[in-house]
């Protein structure tokens, strides 16, 4: 399996994502190589099964989250390897670069509460059918950590309707028991949204970060799912 994490200045979850994915690689027993970690000022990718954007504060989230890193040379080539198929994992910081490149539609704004937000919340899975969720069910309720100021999702009326309608919404935020309410979204975002897919579902884009919940020794494994999803579909 061949994976890349790219790195910008300012991104603080990359060694957690590859560790991550390092740690689904070895759990599966697949002596695979290790994730490589790909500097955002590169103008060349090595051929992907996975990339990933991971977490943080990508140039100091200076002009608007994500803007600037969605100009770096390297995010041409994660462009066009995710048009050509390439499953793209974005997760908080990467999310916002996501949306910032064209991959995903929407706009991550300041949250409701124009506080910074970390805890953990749970989610709704609201579909099992991709490499991304392939180890969790369809409505299943996963607990997985925020960390951020910027994380209400929003989209035009339009675009929320092809989101819905696409079945493109990935996970949402929910109580404990998967009801949907306003008290659950720790954001503000729009339907309680927490992560959305592209029209093929190859590319997702959340907020929340599995990453750092994928060992009991994290109070956790619900994240590590993912990542282990991933390396069985995609390996």
């Avoid at 999702?153 to 493109?168: G, Q």
Wanted: hydrophobic fraction near 40%; charge should be negative.
């Amino acid at each position: 399996m061949r994976a890349n994490v790219i790195v910008f200045p300012g991104s603080n979850c990359d060694r957690d994502a590859a560790v991550a994915l390092q740690s689904a690689m070895s759990a599966a027993g697949n002596m695979m190589s290790a994730p490589k970690m790909v500097w955002h000022g590169d103008s060349e990718l090595p051929e992907s099964d996975l990339i990933l954007v991971p977490g943080g504060f990508s140039y100091g989230d200076y002009l608007r989250s994500g803007a600037m890193a969605a100009h770096s040379p390297v995010m041409r080539e994660v462009v066009r390897q995710a048009k050509g198929g390439t499953p793209v994992l974005g997760i908080c910081n990467g999310f916002q670069v996501l949306t910032e490149a064209g991959l995903l539609p929407g706009v991550l704004m300041r949250n409701a509460s124009l506080r910074f937000v970390c805890k953990d919340v749970y989610l709704r899975v609201e579909r099992d059918d991709t490499a991304f969720a392939g180890h969790y069910k369809k409505d299943q309720v996963v607990r997985i950590p925020i960390a951020h100021k910027d994380g209400c999702y929003f989209a035009d009326p339009s675009t929320m309707y092809l989101l819905e309608n696409e079945d493109r919404i990935a996970f949402r935020y929910c109580e404990e028991d998967g009801t949907i309410t306003d008290a659950a979204n720790p954001n503000g975002s729009s339907a309680n949204i927490a992560g959305i897919y592209n029209e093929t579902g190859t590319v997702l884009g959340m907020m929340p970060h599995p990453e750092r919940l994928i060992d009991p020794a994290l109070s956790g494994t619900d994240g590590a799912k993912m990542f282990s999803s991933l390396v069985e579909k995609l390996h």
